[in-house]
């Protein structure tokens, strides 16, 4: 029997008393949210691997069908356009059969699309291809990120969030390796097998959805709590954020606090009713606030030139002083390395920085870049004989460009978009944001080279550099901070525009005097 202390308290029950004042234990990460988002994110391969392989497939594709620039352009670019078809009905597939299923039609319409290009026997049929590939690739690139989000902890929504843009790089980089890998075979078998093989992570990422669970907040708006409850108890860091998460969720689905039976009725809609009207007819100064933020962020992505860096480094190599084939498909494999590296260092910092300083230090790295890339490129163009030092500058310039992207531009405008838009508005929204993403890239990705030659390629560049300019300050003046918070929180944040911070600081002042009130104590049940 232990026994009693100075004060009369035995020794167990004083040390209890001691313990019961030290700091919580910081939470580790959910090894299961983290395998979902894993098995999630493969969707977004099937982009990244496309972009990759198609910067050299279109080579070998150029000389065996005797292609224009112009037909060139078309067929490397087109595929972003044609994923309007997918992330358009992403949204409303998402809603009606649920994220993981939208997941396995995203892999089913890929691999098909993979296998019809491999087989192409003229330009045509190879363009059907890419129709059915570019619809695969608008159903991945919607569903990753919001399943991600909906099925993540606060803690680290933003490092699981991310690994969509982890996996499009991971992508980009394979799909190089492919074109160095297969250039060795007969120019008329080596971009079929680059093309072809695409398919086989489609197949990895149907088997990996039997693993997955549905998104909880999908499973509270069908009216199945109980199923929804089990999902939170495995993704939550405890028990009562668990909790928490399903009395928000409920909240924002118009279910009653006090209504705990497995399954509900709740009013049944047909998908997607009223949502548009709600985003783009009638909205609230808060939604309206998040369409711009959600759709800004995209558009500034792809219109920085992303795209164009990437599909055409060959080319960017080649102008630059970089003559061999094989060594300009090495050049691009240490580009896709470097991304891939970068959008790691990115995921563990999304969580600890914050989203703002990662945005606007990668943006402001993108534009030195694309100026001494443009710069580099000019010389080049106007000189006459060969310049080391010009080399060396638009080689060293492509390389800090991708890195600084991938480093905050990539993943964030992934992370942000599938984060700030409320329950009933996010598969929808998201499916906007993805939609003027990819216009934004057919653009540039079909246009780039007739771009280059009107205003010449360094010029191209420096067009770029003025577009992300004006991104910079956009960023800065409209997008609020939202690392930490939860979904349902975030509608607080927004409605303000430019005047976002003073609302911020009167919302922080506000909860000072409550902490105050409560003599610094937060009370338990509390978003403390």
Not at 10 to 27: G, L, N, R, W
Not at 301 to 313: F, N, R
Not at 370 to 389: P, R, Y
Request: with cysteine; proline share 4%.
């Amino acid at each position: 029997m232990a026994g009693p202390n100075v004060d009369g308290l035995p020794s167990q029950t004083a040390e209890k008393a001691i313990t019961d004042f030290d700091p919580p234990k910081k939470p580790k990460k959910n090894k299961y949210a983290m395998a979902c988002a894993i098995l999630a994110s493969l969707t977004s391969i099937l982009l990244g691997y496309d972009i990759g392989v198609m910067s050299g497939a279109a080579i070998f594709i150029k000389q065996q069908f005797k292609l224009s620039d112009v037909r060139v352009e078309i067929l490397v670019g087109t595929l972003n356009i044609y994923s309007l078809v997918g992330s358009a009905a992403a949204g409303r597939t998402s809603d009606w059969i649920g994220r993981r299923y939208t997941i396995v039609v995203a892999g089913a319409i890929f691999f098909l699309g993979a296998l019809l290009m491999g087989f192409a026997t003229n330009y045509a049929f190879l363009m059907v291809g890419r129709f059915v590939a570019g619809v695969g690739v608008g159903y991945a690139l919607m569903i990753a990120p919001v399943y991600t989000a909906e099925l993540s902890p606060a803690s680290i929504r933003g490092f699981l969030t991310s690994f969509p843009e982890v996996f499009i790089n991971g992508g980009i980089l394979l799909g190089y390796v492919s074109n160095f890998a297969f250039s060795k075979l007969p120019d008329h078998l080596g971009w079929r097998f680059m093309l072809g093989i695409g398919a086989v992570p489609s197949v990895f990422m149907a088997l990996g959805v039997l693993a997955m669970p549905e998104s909880p907040r999908w499973l509270v708006m069908q009216g199945r709590l109980g199923d929804a409850k089990q999902v939170l108890d495995k993704t939550s860091d405890t028990p009562e954020e668990a909790q928490l998460r399903l009395m928000e969720i409920k909240e924002a689905a118009g279910i009653p606090e006090d209504c705990n039976d497995d399954i509900v009725k709740v009013q049944k809609k047909s998908h997607g009713e009223g949502v548009w009207r709600e985003l783009f007819l009638h909205p609230t100064p808060t939604v309206r606030h998040i369409l711009i933020c959600g759709v800004g962020i995209h558009f500034f992505q792809q219109a920085s030139g992303i795209d164009a860096v990437v599909l055409y480094s060959p080319r960017i190599f080649g102008k630059a002083g970089i003559t061999s084939s094989n060594d300009k498909l090495l050049a691009t494999i240490a580009v896709g390395s470097v991304k891939t590296i970068f959008i790691l260092v990115a995921t563990f910092l999304l969580d600890k920085v914050g989203r703002r300083p990662l945005l606007l230090s990668s943006v402001g790295g993108m534009i030195l870049s694309l100026l001494a890339l443009g710069m580099g490129l000019s010389v080049i163009d106007h000189s006459t004989k060969k310049l080391n030092w010009a080399i060396g500058l638009c080689i060293t310039s492509v390389m800090a460009y991708v890195a600084t992207f991938s480093i905050g531009m990539g993943p964030i405008t992934w992370v942000y978009s599938s984060e700030i838009f409320p329950l009933r508005l996010r598969a929808q929204g998201t499916s906007v944001g993805v939609a003027v993403n990819r216009v934004v890239s057919g653009v540039i990705s079909t246009t780039f080279l007739s771009l280059s030659k009107a205003i010449s390629i360094g010029g191209a560049f420096f067009l770029f550099a003025a577009i992300a300019t004006v991104a910079w300050l956009f960023f800065f003046t409209c997008y609020p901070e939202t690392q930490g918070r939860t979904l349902e929180d975030m509608e607080g944040l927004f409605g303000h525009f430019i005047k976002w911070r003073q609302v911020l600081k009167e919302q922080k002042k506000q909860e000072n005097k409550t902490t105050s009130g409560n003599n610094g104590q937060i009370q338990l049940g509390t978003k403390g």
